[in-house]
Nanobody, 127 residues
Framework: QVRLVESGGGLVQVGGSLRLSCAAS????????TGWFRQAPGKEREFVGA????????YYADSVKARFTISRDNAKNTVYLQMNSLKPEDTAVYYCAAAYVLKPDTVLTGTRVYDYWGQGTQVTVSS
C-alpha cells in the first residue's frame, strides 16, 4: 500500500504561483510513476501532468504546458507540482496518484492506470 497526502493548495491571485507537494508513505515510492490530476466543480477529473519514477521524463496536458512543472525527490518520497502564471480556469481540487511500474522512464496519463490516490488539495485562483 502507498498512502499519498497532498499539501500546498490555497487561494492565489491570477498570475500567481503555488507549489503543491505529494508526500508518499508505505512501499518504496521511487519505483512508482506519479501523476497529477484536477477536478473542478461539475467537471470530470482531468490529467494535469505526470513524471516517471526516475524523474527523467515528464508529460503535461496542453492546458498547463510551459506553466506547470513536475519534479520529484525520491529520497524524501515527495513529488511536486510547481504552478506558475495561474489562471481562474486552474481552480480545482488537485490530486496526486501513483502506480507501480517496472521501467524507470514510464509516464502514465490515464486515471484508470493509477492504483493509489491522495485526498486532494484545493487550489483557487481569484481574478
Amino acid at each position: 500500500q502507498v498512502r499519498l497526502v497532498e499539501s500546498g493548495g490555497g487561494l492565489v491571485q491570477v498570475g500567481g504561483s503555488l507549489r503543491l507537494s505529494c508526500a508518499a508513505s508505505g512501499r518504496t515510492f521511487r519505483t512508482y510513476a506519479t501523476g497529477w490530476f484536477r477536478q473542478a466543480p461539475g467537471k470530470e477529473r482531468e490529467f494535469v501532468g505526470a513524471i516517471s519514477w526516475s524523474g527523467g521524463r515528464t508529460y503535461y496536458a496542453d492546458s498547463v504546458k510551459a506553466r506547470f512543472t513536475i519534479s520529484r525527490d525520491n529520497a524524501k518520497n515527495t513529488v511536486y507540482l510547481q504552478m506558475n502564471s495561474l489562471k481562474p480556469e486552474d481552480t480545482a481540487v488537485y490530486y496526486c496518484a501513483a502506480a507501480y511500474v517496472l521501467k524507470p522512464d514510464t509516464v502514465l496519463t490515464g486515471t484508470r492506470v493509477y492504483d493509489y490516490w491522495g485526498q486532494g488539495t484545493q487550489v483557487t485562483v481569484s481574478s
